[in-house]
């Protein structure tokens, strides 16, 4: 029987070990849950950004996705439901020297605190917002979601989804987001690519990641982990400046990767510093 | 290395040798790192680690070209690759 050999010459940690509350490994996920890998990636963008790793503050709301706060080894912030983008917006405020990114899932970014992410996107604020979206409310055992497709069975939903859902690349732009990008966890290198480029600028980038939950949205639709990565893999096109109205996804057509907007406006901590805080009105 | 054709440069090219370090108790046996090594050098092990998952073990430790990938994939922080001069003998 072939084994894990224990006999290297000398035993090297995992990379992310510095990063990570190690005592708390393993994590929550489920096997084969994606966000276990979204959270690695970011993890590995942070240290390749050649920051200050007390200049990262990590905020997650609630959810799968929001227990990533509670395994990084970073200063982070675990909120209420739907509020990670207003903490981190204070967060940002208080120390503009801070790189805040907020780590959530679709439900709780969307849906519960939807009206936080357009006025964060319209103001501009100066942080990042990592979504993995995985169509469904997995922590509470797999409600319809804002994001959740037609043709899925959702515990809600028996005979399939009459809601249409969310195009999120749409609304982060429309809203006003300055860095709009969309990978799969499977799209591992792009997307660690894509989060170092949105920690490097400023203003408001929003990335988002699909990511299979086998749990409570696979079981119920029949489908494995390794089908939702197969489907990851063929059904995906990379079209970097796509217009983001065309980007419903739709496994059957093929759902759109890349990066979408990347322009630059005054954050809000710039309009503020010009409009109250100018010499006239001093 | 097998080779559909062998490039013309073959001999001038050093293959990079990774050597893959995997934490059997913090995988959960999803088998991803095992599908897309692009190297096909894992399997699941008979073995069983404390959780009850089956972990990966190298079946070809000659053939890992460190290319990180099984790393980037986990979702567990359960395996990772270095560079090594030689391909390991374990
Ligand atoms: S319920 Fe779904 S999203 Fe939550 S940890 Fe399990 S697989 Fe991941
Ligand atoms: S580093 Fe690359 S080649 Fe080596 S085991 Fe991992 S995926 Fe396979
Ligand atoms: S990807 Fe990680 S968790 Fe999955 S089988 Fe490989 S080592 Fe285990």
Redesign the interface.
Known sequence: MRYNSDNFMKKPEHPLNGLIRKDRIPHIWCSGCGIGTVFSSCLTSIKNSGLDLNKFAMVSGIGCSGRAAGYVKLDSFHTTHGRAIPFATGLKLANTDLNVIVFSGDGDLFAIGGNHFIHAARRNMDITVICVNNFIYGMTGGQVAATTPHSAISTTTPFGNPESPFNLPLLAYASGATYVARWTMLHVRDLTESIGEALSRKGFSFIEILSPCPINYGRRNKKLPMEILKMYQENTIIKNNADPAELDIDFERGVILGKFIDKDRPTYTENYDKICRSTQNV | MNFWRVPLDTNEIDVVHG?V??????C?????CI??CPRHIL?F???FNA?G?H?P???NFKDCVNCHYC???????AI?S?EVDEP?V?
């Open positions: 050597e370090h995997i934490i059997d108790d913090r959960k046996g999803c088998g991803y599908e897309f399997e092990s008979l073995q959780k998952y972990p073990v190298v079946k790393e980037v994939i986990c979702p567990e922080f990772f270095v390991p374990v």
